[in-house]
């Protein structure tokens, strides 16, 4: 596989649900980003991690616990979710550093998350 | 902080029309700029970018955007659209060394 791969595509989960959503690069890059799409507002940027260390926490619920345990691979822990939260999440990866980031980001697909 | 707005939500052209999408920066130096396309179904793909040097940058599909300081403005150009250009796309511009901001986007519908 190439390019940035997220799973699950969609998720329709309960408010007192706990699921996953998972990222995995085969870039080769070190940064990674978990960005939240939804439908009236412009794109969020939530985490980023820079090898494997949270660099940027963007004010996001603690209901969303981003986990990165190695510069491959990202995850995003989701419980007691508000239905508000229903939104494309997506995924994204770059060569990290300032002298290395180029502003070139890797999309995933995304994950299309629904909370009842 | 740095920021991007494009004007326009939603933008109708006809098929083998010229388009334009804008976007409007604020930054005190000279930014960085970027422009990406998201297909329905799809995660955003870098169209183009802009760093310095000359003002006018060719990307992928047949897009081109200039930048032009006076107007604080990085549009987005094709000069003839095709069925498979229907898409969102977005301006965005880093904030820090590892952030990158993104415009509302333009929802771009093409017409047969």
């Known amino acids: 596989e190439t390019g940035v791969t997220q799973t699950p595509r969609h998720l329709v989960m309960g408010m007192t649900n706990k699921k996953s959503l998972k990222c995995e690069q085969h870039l080769g890059h070190n940064a990674m980003y978990w960005y939240k799409q939804s439908a009236k507002k412009p794109l969020e940027l939530m985490f980023v991690?820079?090898?494997?260390?949270?660099?940027e926490n963007n004010s996001v619920p603690s209901r969303f616990s981003p986990e990165c345990p190695n510069s491959s691979h990202l995850f995003l822990h989701l419980h007691t979710l508000q239905p508000e939260d229903s939104a494309l999440y997506l995924c994204?990866?770059?060569?990290?550093?300032?002298?290395?980031?180029?502003?070139?980001?890797?999309f995933g697909e995304g994950s299309r998350l629904t909370v009842l | 902080a740095q920021s991007v707005t494009q004007p326009d939500i939603h933008i109708t052209v006809s098929e083998g029309a010229s388009l334009e999408l804008r976007c409007n920066y604020s930054y005190g130096a000279t930014p960085y700029l970027f422009w990406y396309v998201q297909s329905p179904g799809q995660g955003l793909q870098l169209l183009l970018k802009y760093f310095s040097g000359d003002t006018l940058v060719q990307g992928i599909k047949g897009f081109e955007a200039e930048f032009k300081r006076s107007q604080s403005s990085f549009n987005l150009r094709k000069p003839s659209v095709h069925w498979s250009d229907a898409a969102e796309y977005f301006c965005?511009?880093?904030?820090?060394?590892?952030?990158?901001?993104f415009g509302q986007g333009t929802r771009l519908t093409i017409n047969p």
């Open positions: 965005a511009i880093p904030q820090g060394a590892q952030k990158l901001v």
């Open positions: 991690y820079n090898f494997k260390e949270q660099t």
């Open positions: 994204a990866s770059s060569h990290a550093g300032l002298a290395g980031f180029t502003g070139e980001l890797f």
